[in-house]
């Protein structure tokens, strides 16, 4: 191997490694806001307005029934955060080291079950909670990945934003505040950015 293909092997490695260590940082912190939200209105965010509360805050506001119901016919808020809690569930069980946890993943359980009792909303929320903090965590110790579990990673905080936003769109009771409203806030606190 000749000087300048080592130099350019060097490079790449530590090209990789550092773009890996800055998602260790950037994702978790990206899935934070989504899941938690940025109570504060003085905080800068990166994706909501500032002020909102976040994807669980957000279910919290909402009943099993309205939860199991949609004005459009198409899937219910249950359904989607079911989805949502699968698909971080199975991205737990590969970071936890099973192989390949998908190779055998029904996707479609999720949109059948559209309906929730008040039991089960309350499990579904819990359930929801628990593999997003656990997927938060291993966000920050990944390291390592090909392309594609790469792309996997990155791509399940676009994912559940995604599904946040249609949430947002079924149920009014779930939306966080405005751009008008954050702008508000923002005037009125003393710690601008």
């Known amino acids: 191997?000749?000087?300048?293909?080592?130099?350019?092997?060097?490079?790449?490695?530590?090209?990789?490694?550092?773009?890996?260590?800055?998602?260790?940082?950037?994702?978790?912190?990206?899935?934070s806001e989504l899941v938690h939200g940025s109570p504060d209105p003085s905080v800068g965010t990166f994706m909501l307005n500032r002020g909102d509360l976040g994807l669980l805050h957000a279910l919290e506001q909402i009943s099993a029934q309205t939860a199991s119901t949609t004005p459009t016919g198409g899937a219910t808020i249950a359904a989607h955060v079911d989805h949502v809690r699968y698909g971080l569930e199975l991205l737990n069980r590969w970071a936890g080291g099973e192989a390949s946890p998908w190779k055998n993943a029904d996707w479609t359980a999720s949109w059948r079950k559209q309906a929730v009792t008040d039991g089960e909303w309350r499990r579904l929320r819990d359930d929801l909670r628990r593999e997003s903090e656990a997927w938060q965590g291993n966000l920050a110790t990944l390291a390592n990945l090909d392309d594609t579990a790469a792309k996997w990673v990155a791509g399940s905080v676009a994912h559940l934003a995604y599904h946040l936003g249609a949430i947002r769109q079924i149920d009014r009771a779930t939306r966080g505040p405005t751009a008008d409203e954050e702008r508000a806030a923002s005037v009125a606190s003393p710690h601008r950015d």
């Open 1 to 31: 191997m000749t000087l300048r293909r080592v130099e350019a092997f060097v490079h790449r490695t530590s090209s990789r490694r550092r773009i890996m260590s800055d998602l260790a940082t950037v994702l978790p912190a990206l899935l």
